[in-house]
């Protein structure tokens, strides 16, 4: 059985946090499986169009967090 180890995300601009400081928007665009035999596996839900100055599109990878950590 497969395991989801990341939540691929893509950073899709800026907000302004409670405490005045200016945090990345993470919006979520898929996920990387893990098979019992070791391979890996990209689902993506999205594909992201939002690039960097220098044309660039970066995608993040972040460990899932327990659904009552997220805010």
């Known amino acids: 059985m497969s ?3 990341f939540e691929v995300v893509h950073g ?3 907000y302004k946090a409670a ?3 200016m945090k990345t928007r993470w919006q979520k ?3 990387i499986f893990k098979s019992d035999k070791g391979n890996y596996s990209m689902k ?3 594909i ?3 690039r960097n100055e220098e044309g660039e ?3 993040n990878l972040f460990v899932p ?3 009552e950590e997220k805010p």
Do not use: I
């Open 3 to 5: 395991k989801v180890v």
């Open 12 to 14: 899709n601009g800026e």
């Open 19 to 21: 405490d005045g400081s």
């Open 29 to 31: 665009v898929g996920v």
């Open 44 to 46: 993506l839900d999205a």
């Open 48 to 50: 992201p169009t939002r």
């Open 57 to 59: 599109l970066w995608l």
């Open 65 to 67: 967090q327990a659904k």
